[in-house]
């Protein structure tokens, strides 16, 4: 019971403080929780690409002016944005030269789903319809958030915020704005409200948007969006992604989730891969699996999670050849609340061996959590939720103190640092 209550006022005072890094008030009370040998990149020193995405890394830490992305993708822990938000922050908080754009961001309050809470973009709910891969009742079209707002009304008022409660030292700005959406059909103007803000409006049929050029940057606007004619049959506007964009150099952080999304989901995406290849990113974390392996033992299908996984690499590598590749074991879960879900240990085997075939990265959350079973011990300590699936506030924070560790560990690593040294760079940025 003690050790509950400690926990809970240091959640309290997590909550209050905002971005703080806490493993190191978690380790001496509930290290045994954690097996720390465990966290590393492993085969991240034998991996060309790796070497290359730290050496990129290393050279804005030093305050080089360059441009760097990673990509993070996976369900419901990623569409939360808790811990990948977290790692953004630590990242673009590193010094003066380190805050990229916001970038790709999807507005999932008008699919009628959660949305993360560091950036706002509302209009009237009940004129919106959502639609995710990973529902199997769903069919529309999909980009690259998996995700899809249908908007079939008259008109509407769009209110587009880049900052909500976001603990960046600086707020996002944008002088460029892209909306991207079903663009072989004319249906509906958009319109940004304020005429002055617009320099110039561009539409790219091929890769499903329209871009905004702005005279200045800002960090919200307003945009209408109205039938063109009243008399259009089924008229039809499909939200898959806004981009809030500028030229600054930096570390730019995507993350893209959908609510119980597997590789099946993703698969869905007709147009996934196609606008993936405007960016070509540096990182490319998978978190996808967790749903794959939602089943009891006798329906998981292992060839085909194996298939999947392979496909999914071989994409990413022909939209950026030399991207470096985090592959992340599932957390230990339990299926329907009652039964340790055998399933994962399987997951890790698999992964652990297409991380060797293509010269890639595992980050193993699952052994690090303890294996089979760990998640009630986690769940026992207030860091994941009932379900036994979900983290809890601060286990999502633990969970991105966890992979920041790891990730500096295998930087210093390849680049001769001191990993204190490094480490303590990212505990003193919110300070």
């Given at each position: 019971?003690?050790?509950y ?8 005072g997590?909550?209050?403080l905002?971005?703080e890094?806490v493993?190191d008030?978690?380790?001496?009370k ?7 040998d ?17 050496s ?15 990509f993070?993708i ?8 808790i811990?990948?938000n977290?790692l953004r922050?630590?990242?673009q908080n590193m010094?003066?030269?380190?805050m990229?754009?916001r970038?790709?961001?999807f507005?999932?309050q ?8 560091n950036?706002?973009?509302k209009?009237?709910k009940?004129?919106?319809k ?13 980009g ?5 707002a ?5 008109a509407d ?9 976001n603990?960046t030292?600086?707020n ?6 892209r909306?991207?959406?079903?663009t ?7 319109t940004?409200l304020?005429?002055n803000?617009?320099?110039?409006e561009?539409?790219n ?11 200045r940057a800002?960090e ?9 004619d009243?008399?259009i049959?089924n008229?039809e506007f499909?939200?898959?992604?806004i ?5 600054n ?8 989730g ?5 590789f099946?989901s993703?698969?869905?995406s ?17 978190s ?6 939602y ?10 999670y194996?298939?999947n ?7 990413i ?8 590749i ?6 230990d ?11 994962t240990?399987?997951?890790?085997q ?16 699952y052994?690090?959590?303890?294996g ?10 207030k860091?994941?939720?009932?379900d036994?699936i ?9 969970k991105a ?5 790891a ?11 001191n990993?204190?040294?490094l480490l303590?760079?990212?505990k003193m940025v919110?300070?």
């Open positions: 019971m003690r050790y209550v400690i926990l809970i006022l240091f959640f309290i997590f909550k209050t905002g971005q890094y493993l008030n978690f380790i001496p509930f290290g045994n929780l954690i097996k720390m465990s966290n590393k990149l492993i085969g991240a020193d034998k991996s060309p690409s790796f070497n290359n995405f730290f990129k890394l290393d050279s804005i830490y030093i305050g080089k002016k360059e441009k760097l992305h990673i993070h996976g369900g419901s822990h990623i569409q939360a944005d811990y990948s977290k922050t630590y990242f010094n003066a030269v380190s990229g754009q970038g790709f961001v507005p999932f008008l699919a009628h789903t959660n949305n993360p809470t950036y706002s973009i209009a009237s009940d004129k919106w959502g639609y995710r891969n990973s529902v199997l009742k769903d069919s529309i079209a999909w690259l958030a998996g995700v899809t249908a908007f079939r009304d008259c008022t769009i209110y587009i915020h880049a900052n909500y409660k603990n030292k600086e996002y700005t944008f002088d460029k704005l909306i991207f959406y079903n072989w059909k004319e249906d509906y103007k958009l940004i304020d005429s803000l617009v320099v110039s561009t539409l049929d091929q890769m499903m948007y329209r871009e905004f050029q702005l005279s800002v919200s606007l307003k945009m209408s969006i109205q039938i063109k009243s008399t049959v008229p499909l939200m898959m992604g981009e809030f964009m500028n030229n150099p930096g570390i730019e952080y995507t993350s893209i959908v609510n119980g999304a597997s099946g993703y698969n869905r007709a147009f996934f891969e196609k606008q993936l290849l405007l960016y070509k990113p540096d990182l490319f974390i998978i996808v699996g967790t749903n794959d392996a089943k009891p033992q006798s329906e998981f299908k292992e060839d085909e194996r298939m996984y392979e496909a999914f690499i071989q994409m590598q022909r939209v950026n050849p030399n991207c470096a985090l592959l992340t074991v599932p957390n879960n339990y299926y329907k609340k009652k039964y340790p879900n055998k399933n240990a399987v997951q890790e698999i992964i652990l061996q297409l991380a060797e075939k293509y010269h890639m990265a595992t980050w193993n959350l052994e690090i959590m303890g089979l079973g760990s998640s009630y011990k986690w769940y026992r300590n860091l994941m939720r009932s036994r979900h983290f809890t506030y601060l286990g999502y924070s633990l103190d966890l992979l920041l560790n990730l500096v560990n295998s930087w210093a690593n390849c680049t001769n640092r990993p204190e040294t303590n760079q990212f919110n300070e």
